[in-house]
């Protein structure tokens, strides 16, 4: 069974940098040809593609976020971490890891909640 489980600060101030990492068990995240990705639900508003980090490691990101987002992992930990940085309190929303494989996500994480304001 995979699981996912995000994890990070659940309150940022605006114009700081926050990380959220994504812990994977029950599949390695170098494992053939999964994409490992975020994604975000802003309140009442539907959900956002944030990027991904394939199992190759080459990352891809949304255009309306790329210059502010960075996706990276430690295949050590069998994690991977978002970067997302200058945020304002748009970027109040519930994050989720979720991995994409066989043309739908398949197994997502539980979700967590980042508010930015001061």
């Known amino acids: 069974q995979v699981q996912l489980q995000e994890s990070g600060p659940g309150l940022v101030k605006p114009s700081q940098t926050f990380s959220l990492t994504c812990t994977v068990s029950g599949e390695s995240i170098t494992t053939y040809d999964y994409y490992w990705s975020w994604i975000r639900q802003p309140p009442g508003k539907e959900m956002e593609w944030i990027g991904f980090?394939?199992?190759?490691?080459?990352?891809y990101y949304s255009p309306a976020l790329r210059s502010r987002t960075s996706i990276s992992r430690d295949t050590s930990k069998n994690e991977f971490t978002v970067q997302l940085s200058s945020v304002t309190p748009e970027d109040t929303a519930v994050y989720y890891c979720?991995?994409?494989?066989?043309?739908?996500?398949?197994?997502w994480g539980q979700g967590t909640q980042v508010t930015v304001s001061s």
């Open positions: 980090i394939h199992y190759s490691g080459r990352t």
């Open positions: 979720a991995r994409w494989g066989d043309y739908h996500w398949d197994y």
